[in-house]
């Protein structure tokens, strides 16, 4: 039984940083993408960025991308996300998760990943 574990959320102001841990415990993830997805209130859930399983490749949803980085700890089964630079359409509750298909996360195919965090809740606002 893989267990995903989200830290780091909170509230964080316009223009702010905030660094999102995930730690994964009860079965090597090593050979998996990581990733993180958001939903915010009312919205649907939608891809954040992604990792390979290496740690060589990113991908990063269009409205994060050059404020956010995803980052693989060299275990290979700690991600990070770190927030830069944050808008108030940033506020949604983040979620690790991990899937064998580096491509259901940059297809957005929420429903085809494997494993899912519960969540951390991130709130930017002044």
């Known amino acids: 039984q893989v267990q995903l574990a989200e830290s780091g959320g909170g509230l964080v102001q316009p223009g702010g940083s905030l660094r999102l841990s995930c730690s994964a415990s009860g079965k090597s993830l090593r050979t998996y993408a990581m990733g993180w997805f958001r939903q915010a209130p009312g919205k649907d859930r939608e891809f954040v960025a992604v990792?390979?399983?290496?740690?060589?490749?990113?991908s990063y949803a269009d409205s994060v991308k050059g404020r956010f980085t995803i980052s693989r700890h060299s275990t290979q089964d700690t991600i990070y996300l770190q927030l830069n630079n944050v808008k108030r359409e940033d506020t949604a509750v983040y979620y690790c998760?991990?899937?064998?298909?580096?491509?259901?996360?940059?297809?957005?195919?929420?429903?085809?990943?494997?494993?899912w965090g519960k969540g951390t809740l991130v709130t930017v606002s002044s």
């Open positions: 990792v390979s399983w290496t740690g060589s490749t990113t």
């Open positions: 998760s991990a899937d064998s298909a580096f491509v259901n996360y940059v297809q957005d195919r929420s429903n085809e990943i494997e494993y």
